[in-house]
């Protein structure tokens, strides 16, 4: 079992930055791809970015490149997405998730290939 739990959601201007992050207990954390999704009320869930096990390679849906930054620091088993020019469509409940396998530069989008899930952290970006 891997536990995964985010924090530092909140509420922001438009144009503004937050950083959230999950921090993971349990199996060997540094092992398994990390992944960003997010879902906004009404609206199904969508992958934002993605970092393999060995920090080497990070994808990003189109909508937040050069917006949003992932990273890992594995000796605190913790992942982080800076997220900067923030928009109101960027407003949704932010989730990490830990994949089912990896690679030194598999960087998984789909929801299936996650295994574990945080339980969500709230973003929420004013116009």
């Known amino acids: 079992q891997v536990q995964l739990v985010e924090s530092g959601g909140g509420l922001v201007q438009a144009g503004g930055s937050l950083r959230v992050s999950c921090a993971a207990s349990?199996?060997?954390?540094?092992?398994?791809?990390m992944g960003w999704f997010r879902q906004a009320p009404g609206k199904e869930r969508e992958f934002v970015a993605a970092?393999?096990?060995?920090?080497?390679?990070?994808y990003y849906t189109d909508s937040v490149k050069g917006r949003f930054t992932i990273s890992r620091a594995n000796a605190k088993n913790t992942v982080y997405l800076q997220m900067n020019s923030l928009k109101p469509e960027d407003t949704a409940v932010y989730y990490c998730?830990?994949?089912?396998?990896?690679?030194?530069?598999?960087?998984?989008?789909?929801?299936?290939?996650?295994?574990?899930w945080g339980q969500g952290t709230q973003v929420t970006v004013s116009s």
């Open positions: 998730a830990a994949s089912y396998g990896s690679g030194y530069y598999y960087t998984p989008q789909a929801g299936s290939e996650y295994r574990y």
């Open positions: 349990g199996r060997t954390f540094s092992n398994y791809a």
């Open positions: 970092i393999s096990w060995s920090g080497s390679s990070t």
